[in-house]
T-cell receptor, first 111, second 110 residues
Framework: DVKVTQSSRYLVKRTGEKVFLECVQD?????MFWYRQDPGLGLRLIYF???????EKGDIPEGYSVSREKKERFSLILESASTNQTSMYLC??????????FGDGTRLSIL | EDQVTQSPEALRLQEGESSSLNCSYT??????LFWYRQDPGKGPEFLFT???AGEEKEKERLKATLTKKESFLHITAPKPEDSATYLC???????????FGKGTLLTVNP
């Protein structure tokens, strides 16, 4: 079974802090994704990566950056956290014709 | 622009009362349509992929069907443990990105 692990289930940070969310997958997948999920808005794609050191903007990249130095790890970075970035963050990975497999999410609160 | 609309937003059923969830979509070249189940506080769990109109997939009490404009998730004789949010997503032909609908919150009462 594919395992996608997000480093924290719950995280509380302050406005202006630099925040790192980590995601690791164990299936050697090429493609990895970061989403945020908000009530009434559904899942929205922030960034994705189709190879090491490669990244592409999703639908809502403003205020975020990403890093993919190793194939199994994809990090989401909030450069200067703001309260409107309080959300559930979900990481996913996939390869070729497989469906995306998701981690259990990080619920991030920015105070 | 790819769009996915799910209806209803919420559905409450009695145990054993069969029903269907709808997913309408517009996409520039469908690579696949995906159904996921999401329990509170957890990530989406993959259920089905459908690739072409007329295709059907089944798993226990769930059956997914696909036409050129929409997909249905039929739930036969549901049980309380089927309570969850069901998400539909489409992938266009050129890459592995997904566009999600907002989901249907299903509650099955005993």
């Amino acid at each position: 079974d594919v395992k996608v692990t997000q480093s924290s289930r719950y995280l509380v940070k302050r406005t202006g802090e630099k925040v790192f969310l980590e995601c690791v997958q164990d299936m050697d997948h090429e493609n990895m994704f970061w989403y945020r999920q908000d009530p009434g808005l559904g899942l929205r794609l922030i960034y994705f990566s189709y190879d090491v050191k490669m990244k592409e903007k999703g639908d809502i990249p403003e205020g975020y950056s990403v890093s993919r130095e190793k194939k199994e790890r994809f990090s989401l970075i909030l450069e200067s956290a703001s309260t409107n970035q309080t959300s559930m963050y979900l990481c996913a990975s996939t390869d070729r014709e497989q469906p995306q497999h998701f981690g259990d999410g990080t619920r991030l609160s920015i105070l | 622009e790819d769009q996915v609309t799910q209806s209803p937003e919420a559905l409450r059923l009695q145990e054993g009362e069969s029903s269907s969830l709808n997913c309408s979509y517009t996409v520039s070249g469908l690579r696949g349509l995906f159904w996921y189940r999401q329990d509170p506080g957890k990530g989406p769990e993959f259920l089905f992929t459908l690739y072409s109109a007329g295709e059907e997939k089944e798993k226990e009490r769930l059956k997914a069907t696909l036409t050129k404009k929409e997909s249905f998730l039929h739930i036969t004789a549901p049980k309380p443990e089927d309570s969850a949010t069901y998400l539909c997503a489409v992938s266009p032909g050129s890459n592995y990105k997904l566009t999600f609908g907002k989901g249907t919150l299903l509650t099955v009462n005993p």
